[in-house]
């Protein structure tokens, strides 16, 4: 593992409720990204940070937002959440990132989280 | 938008069989490509990658070749091990973005 922790690794929770989710690196990575992975879609890119307080939306942002108060906390937060959220989501990091990661950083990944919404 | 198409399986081989996993690409530019395994529980790794035409990427006994002609990016492993078995999927960089594109997987099981 490339130091990425992600919390809770399980959860369930009821329609409307607000959940959160944690990725914390201890590699000092620029780059964080979630993913979410259902079957049929592969991994979906949800949001992504470029450096503290900086980040972006991915493909698949509606009903998330994010926030990166340090270097290694990536927080994914589901306001009120439904059941298509229901998923698997997946932490990941790189050093370096744009064309310029291939080269040299490929995505690092945690265990990730199964989320359940009833 | 850039994309990767892969076989989505599931497949199942026996042991010592021979594997290929289609993936090709649609995109802008000329794209950085990637093979990323994930094994039961896990989450996703790097298993080989390509950053030109012609380049071949090799891990683990696999290889995939960056062919530019067929927008193709091919898996392939000679002799598959019951420990192959895991979720192959392609990806892609989108062309000055830091965004990584996957496909949707692909299930392997390799029996004994």
């Known amino acids: 593992d490339a130091g990425i922790t992600q919390s809770p690794r399980h959860k369930v929770t009821e329609t409307g409720t607000p959940v959160t989710l944690r990725c914390h690196q201890t590699e000092n990575h620029r780059y964080m990204y979630w993913y979410r992975q259902d079957p049929g879609h592969g991994l979906r890119l949800i949001h992504y940070?470029?450096?503290?307080?900086?980040?972006d939306k991915g493909e698949v942002s509606d009903g998330y937002s994010v926030s990166r108060s340090k270097t290694e906390d990536f927080l994914l937060t589901l306001e009120s959440a439904t059941s298509s959220q229901t998923s698997v989501y997946f932490c990941a990091i790189s050093e370096i990132g744009g064309m310029r990661r291939q080269d040299n950083s490929p995505l690092h990944f945690g265990n990730g989280t199964r989320l359940t919404v009833t | 938008g850039d994309s990767g198409t892969q076989m989505e399986g599931p497949v199942t081989l026996s042991e010592e069989a021979f594997l290929t996993i289609n993936c090709t690409y649609t995109?802008?530019?000329?794209?950085?490509l990637f093979w990323y395994v994930q094994y039961p529980g896990e989450g996703l790794q790097l298993l080989l990658k390509?950053?030109?035409?012609?380049d071949k990427g090799s891990n683990k006994g696999f290889e995939a070749t960056y062919r530019k002609e067929t927008t193709s990016f091919h898996l392939e492993k000679g002799s598959v091990q019951v420990s192959d078995s895991a979720v192959y999927f392609c990806?892609?960089?989108?062309?000055?973005?830091?965004?990584?594109?996957f496909g949707k997987g692909m299930k392997l099981t390799v029996n004994p």
């Open positions: 990806a892609l960089t989108q062309g000055g973005s830091e965004k990584l594109v």
């Open positions: 995109a802008t530019g000329y794209p950085s």
């Open positions: 390509a950053t030109k035409a012609d």
């Open positions: 940070s470029y450096g503290v307080k900086d980040t």
